[in-house]
């Protein structure tokens, strides 16, 4: 098999599936028509394409984020606020840059409802499993708060409450002043139990 270095430089090989990941790219980098143009040549042709969109609360996503110290994204003249409400734009369908079998995830309903991983996995034509569910991948070194402390028991970690271990702080507090980013996850989340404490905060 082809070394990554080798399929970097283009000598690509044949996969049963291929999953890419554009984080923190705008959604209008990545489905614009000069970017469609290049897809092949970049990662090669696909028999068949999905559009992948996971959205995340803004909320334990900005706790994570911040735990991390990694709120850089990559479009010039954006910042991580800006792309969450972009991608919220398009998981309700005011935009449509994706364009290819598209399926949006709600990560927080992911993490806790196995009938819904069941119904992501029929719309991505995949054979239901949650083998991995409790895996730590390490990856980015793990998990924003427990590293890779908690592999084995993922569904263990409280990934709904990351919030609170910044709720006081004036770094965090500033980024979610954008009465947008409350809106869109109203939309999109419901009301999360403990957040409306955040507005006063």
């Known amino acids: 098999?082809?070394?990554?270095?080798?399929?970097?430089?283009?000598?690509?090989?044949?996969?049963?599936?291929?999953?890419?990941?554009?984080?923190?790219?705008?959604?209008?980098?990545?489905?614009?028509?000069?970017?469609?143009?290049?897809?092949?040549?970049?990662?090669?042709?696909s028999q068949q394409r999905f559009d992948v969109l996971i959205l995340r609360d803004p909320f334990n996503l900005l706790a994570s984020r911040l735990k991390k110290n990694y709120l850089a994204v990559k479009p010039r003249r954006r910042d991580v606020v800006d792309?969450?409400?972009?991608?919220?734009?398009?998981?309700?369908?005011?935009?449509?840059?994706?364009?290819?079998?598209?399926?949006?995830?709600?990560?927080?309903?992911?993490?806790?409802?196995?009938?819904?991983?069941?119904?992501?996995?029929d719309q991505l034509q995949m054979t239901f499993s949650d083998a991995g569910l409790n895996t730590v991948r390490s990856l980015g070194g793990g998990s924003s708060f427990d590293a890779q402390t908690m592999d084995g028991q993922a569904t263990a970690m409280d990934v709904t409450n990351r919030w609170q271990h910044f709720a006081n702080d004036p770094h965090y507090q500033q980024l979610l002043t954008n009465p947008d980013l409350w809106l869109y996850s109203e939309k999109i989340f419901g009301p999360l139990e403990g957040i409306e404490a955040l507005k006063s905060a």
């Open 1 to 45: 098999m082809a070394s990554y270095r080798s399929q970097a430089q283009g000598n690509l090989v044949k996969r049963d599936c291929l999953l890419y990941s554009y984080e923190d790219w705008g959604l209008d980098q990545i489905g614009s028509r000069h970017f469609e143009r290049h897809h092949d040549l970049y990662v090669g042709r």
């Open 83 to 121: 792309l969450w409400l972009q991608y919220a734009k398009e998981f309700v369908g005011e935009t449509r840059y994706l364009s290819h079998n598209r399926v949006c995830i709600d990560y927080n309903r992911w993490v806790c409802d196995r009938t819904y991983r069941q119904t992501l996995a």
